[in-house]
Every structure is written in structure tokens, then in C-alpha cells.
């Protein structure tokens, strides 16, 4: 332990206090209450351990290769999170279905319940959250007396969020049992259902009535925003028309594969195809056939073109019944390994589920992707400091998550029908995201001169980006409340793109080798990405 180290696991043990909640969902394993406080000083507290670290930070002295990337990547993600906090985000951090709401539901299906000192956790989680919505509802008024609102289309959906929460936590207490905590464990559930009820109660008719009316965040808070997320300052109007020409391309690409599916067949006619032939009903064939398909990535891969260590052979796949959100999403493994990294998959009100479009998404959250990289952080032999095993730039993250998708397809591994439409249909959507996140947000105007509006927004992801009808909606909410982080896809897959690129023109370049590299450097911001993966190789 240099005191590089020692500094980085003295912040994710102080934050982990700090913010329980947090904590327990990226699997820290210390010691840690049931609840985050929410409130303005709770907040205050976050961001004074911030300001605090880097100035120890600045005063130690680097030693080594991973003193060096583990102080860089420490002073990156602290710099951009302190700047977030100075713009008063805490006060208005109401982001439907990504945001708080969502976090404090999913806590408490990721904690451990396998003998009742643990359901004891289960229960202390349960009955903090009437008061932890109660702190977060302090910070939403500070930033209302401040003169700083989020917006009212996130404080609608945000109620809609929370009731549809109320209840949810009935099943998990009835598989407990009639044990001796079954009481309280009722009682706690049935407090947490009272909290998301207020919380809805308070959104609808307390904040809404306050809130801002305008959807985008201008300039200035998406610069911070966009920082957060991808670890570098971008021009946004080159990125803005880069992702219009993006999406142009693989619309073009689109055709030709349609084409592929029908001769003559124009994209709409190729999807209808695939979604009256390439499916499965039922909640059960689902699931299975995405754990055949994650178990069968993982089966080709290890030992070619990946080493897949023993801990990270299995993914657990997970239907995620209560989501809002539309879209799957990754939970890593626990830091001592007894939680499995999960794959979380949205339902979105159907029973027959097109597989032709979800193969490339199981790729992207399982193996090659979030699983693979994500989940490699959490292995103890890595060189790794903590900070860099439990903090995450999404700009690398999505980006590798989107290049494993293009590594799927360079496999040929889209050979069933239609999954390779399904593919490009997802490239289509994450380029669909940049034009509408920086249109939105900057008030840019579309390529005919007309402005952003939500119902423009959704027309583009459902026409241009492809998206499918049941997550038009919730996308768009998403890139609405969290500017910035949907444009992390596609600018961060050119990032790891034009490394790989770089890298090839090397004499002696092996790509396994180029990957386990890649992977052992941990999280990067993309603006050092380059320089980090030219370092190693």
C-alpha cells in the first residue's frame, strides 16, 4: 500500500458512511448504516470529503505506473464531481427513472438475505426509506428556495416512478417465511410503500406546481453534466453533427441488411418480419433464452480471445418486473465475490419478447461487456486501487460495452436471423441519443431548422433510432433528467475504437493481449484513454 493507495481506500471508506446506499449497490464490503442522508447537509458532507481528498491528494508523492493511474483517475472523477456539486445539482438531483427512486428500490433487493442477521439488513433499509425520501424532499425545497428547480417533466414521472414502487416489496418479504423477523419485516416493507406514496404525493402536488418548465439545462450545467460522465470536455455542436452523420451511416448499413432479409424489403418491412417470426412468450422462455445466450458468450470467448477468470463465468439474469426505465441494465459482483454481476431486463408490459434485437444487448451488458470489464475490477489480483475498483466513467464503460457489440459482430456472431438489423438497430438508437441529448439540452436546431420538443425527441428514437414502442418514452425521459450521460455510448465507443486502431499499427500487436491490458487499466476518463491503453502497449 503506497499512500496513493491508502488515500483511495480512505475515501470509498468515508463515502461509504457517508452514502450507505450507494455503498451497498457497488458491493463495498466495510461497515455501513442503512441509510444515506439526503438532505442539504448530507450532501454538504459528500462534498466536503471531496474537496478534502484532493488536497491530500495533492500533497503525495507518486511511485510507481499505478501510483500514477490510480492518482490520475482519483483527481479526474473528484474534479468532476466537485464541480457538479458547486452548480447545486444536489438541489435538484431529480432524475426519472435513473435517479434516487430507482437506486433506493434496487438497494434493497441487492443486499444479502441468506440468514437473518442479513434480513435484519433487509428490514433497517426498508424502514430508512420513508426517511431518506423525506431528506431528499429537503434538498428538492432548498433548491426551489434557491431559485435552481429541476424540471417538471421529471418530477411527474418521477411520481408516477414511486407509486408504481409502493407495494413492490411484498414479495421479497414473503419469502422470508414465518421466521422471527417476519413482523418486522412486514412493518418495514409497509413503511417503505408509505414513503414511495408520499414521495409521489409531494412530486405531483408539492414540487411540480415549482418546477422548471424548459427540459434542457443549457451550456453551462452540461458542460459539468458531460464531464461527469465522460472524463473530458467535448465541443458539443462537432459532437452534435458528428451523431447526425452517424446516424446517417448506419441507417445506410440498416438497408443493406434488410435487404438481406427480404430482397427489396425497406427496414420497416424487415423488422415487421423479424417480429412476427424471431420470438419467444412467456416470462420464462425469456429469461432462459438470455441465460443461454450469456452462458454461450461467455463458453466462446474464454480462452480465445479473453481470459475470463472462474469468478466471472457466471451471470445471473434477472427480469426486473417493477422497472420503468425500458432499458437492461449491469450490477457487479460484491467486492468479496458472493454476489453474482446480474443483468437486469425491463418487461415493459409485454409477454412475447423479440429476440432478434435483444442478442446485441446481451453482449453489451453481459460478456463481452459491462460483466467482462466491470466485473474484472472487482478481482483481487488486479492493480487496482479501490477507488478505481468502485468508481466508473461511463464514457469507458458504455464505450467498451458498445465496441463489445462491434467485437460480437467482427466474430460473426450475429448469424441468426435478423440480429444483425438488431445490432445496427441498437447503434442507430445510441447515435439517436447524442442528437437528441445535445439538441435538447443546448437548444440546437434540427437539421431542418425546426426545435426540440419531447414529442420530437421520441419521434426521432422511435423513426430514426429504432427504438421499440415500449421504451420510446422512458428513454427520452432518461435523456431529459440526466443530461450528458447518453451520448457516453457512442462518444465513448469511438474513444476505444480509434485506441484499438492506434494500437494495431504497432509491430508486435496482439489483440487478446491488447484486451486483458485494456480491461487491467480500470476506469479511465476519455480523455486519457488514448494515452493510458498507448501506455501499455
Request: with cysteine; proline share 4%.
Amino acid at each position: 500500500m503506497t499512500p496513493v493507495f491508502d488515500l483511495c481506500n480512505e475515501y470509498i471508506a468515508a463515502s461509504a458512511v457517508l452514502d450507505p446506499v450507494n455503498a451497498g449497490s457497488r458491493g463495498i464490503a466495510t461497515s455501513f448504516g442503512a441509510a444515506t442522508d439526503y438532505s442539504p447537509d448530507g450532501q454538504a458532507e459528500r462534498a466536503a470529503l471531496i474537496r478534502d481528498t484532493l488536497t491530500k491528494l495533492d500533497g503525495l508523492e507518486v511511485t510507481s505506473e499505478a501510483d500514477r493511474r490510480a492518482a490520475d483517475h482519483l483527481r479526474e472523477r473528484l474534479e468532476a464531481e466537485r464541480a457538479w456539486h458547486e452548480t447545486g445539482e444536489p438541489l435538484r438531483l431529480l432524475r426519472a427513472h435513473f435517479g434516487l427512486l430507482g437506486n433506493l428500490r434496487d438497494s434493497v433487493d441487492l443486499l444479502p438475505h441468506s440468514g437473518d442477521e442479513q434480513w435484519r439488513n433487509v428490514a433497517a433499509r426498508l424502514a430508512a426509506i420513508p426517511g431518506m425520501l423525506a431528506s431528499w424532499r429537503a434538498s428538492l425545497d432548498a433548491g426551489l428556495r434557491q431559485g435552481i428547480p429541476a424540471a417538471r417533466r421529471q418530477a411527474l414521472e418521477g411520481a408516477q416512478q414511486a407509486e408504481r414502487y409502493a407495494g413492490t416489496h411484498d414479495a421479497l418479504v414473503t419469502s422470508y417465511g414465518d421466521g422471527p423477523l417476519a413482523g418486522e419485516l412486514a412493518k418495514a416493507a409497509a413503511a417503505a410503500h408509505e414513503g414511495y406514496t408520499e414521495a409521489a404525493r409531494y412530486l405531483r402536488h408539492d414540487y411540480a406546481p415549482r418546477a422548471a418548465e424548459d427540459d434542457g439545462v443549457g451550456a453551462e450545467r452540461y458542460a459539468v453534466a458531460s464531464r461527469m460522465t465522460l472524463g473530458e470536455d467535448i465541443d458539443p455542436l462537432d459532437a452534435y453533427l458528428w451523431g447526425w452523420e452517424e446516424l446517417r451511416r448506419i441507417e445506410d448499413e440498416m438497408a443493406q441488411e434488410a435487404n438481406r432479409i427480404r430482397p427489396g424489403a425497406s427496414v420497416d418491412e424487415a423488422i415487421a418480419i423479424l417480429d412476427e417470426t424471431e420470438y419467444v412468450v412467456g416470462l420464462d422462455a425469456y429469461r432462459g433464452w438470455l441465460q443461454d445466450r450469456h452462458d454461450w458468450a461467455i463458453d466462446q470467448l474464454n480462452g480465445t480471445h479473453f481470459d475470463i477468470p472462474e469468478a466471472l463465468r457466471t451471470v445471473d439474469v434477472t427480469l426486473a418486473t417493477n422497472s420503468l426505465s425500458g432499458a437492461a441494465y449491469y450490477t457487479p459482483p460484491n467486492e468479496d465475490l458472493t454476489r453474482p454481476g446480474r443483468t437486469w431486463w425491463p418487461l415493459g408490459g409485454r409477454d412475447r419478447f423479440s429476440t432478434w434485437s435483444e442478442l446485441s444487448i446481451v453482449f453489451h451488458e453481459g460478456v463481452p461487456g459491462h460483466h467482462l470489464q466491470i466485473g474484472a475490477t472487482r478481482l483481487p489480483d488486479q492493480e487496482l486501487s479501490r477507488f478505481s475498483r468502485f468508481s466508473m466513467v461511463s464514457g469507458h464503460a458504455e464505450g467498451w460495452a458498445l465496441y463489445a457489440e462491434r467485437f460480437a459482430d467482427e466474430l460473426g456472431w450475429f448469424s441468426e436471423p435478423g440480429t444483425r438489423l438488431g445490432m445496427l438497430t441498437g447503434s442507430a438508437l445510441r447515435a439517436a441519443r447524442v442528437v437528441i441529448d445535445i439538441g435538447v439540452h443546448l437548444n440546437l436546431p434540427l437539421p431542418d431548422g425546426t426545435q426540440w420538443t419531447f414529442e420530437k425527441a421520441c419521434e426521432i428514437l422511435h423513426e430514426r433510432g429504432r427504438a421499440e414502442s415500449h421504451r420510446v418514452h422512458a428513454e427520452v425521459v432518461r435523456y431529459f433528467g440526466w443530461p450528458g450521460q447518453a451520448i457516453s455510448y457512442k462518444l465513448g465507443e469511438r474513444g476505444w475504437l480509434a485506441a484499438r486502431d492506434e494500437a494495431r499499427q504497432r509491430p508486435g500487436f496482439d489483440l487478446k493481449r491488447w484486451h486483458t491490458q485494456a480491461l487491467g487499466l480500470g476506469p479511465v476518463g476519455l480523455a486519457g484513454l488514448s494515452e493510458a491503453l498507448r501506455r501499455i502497449g
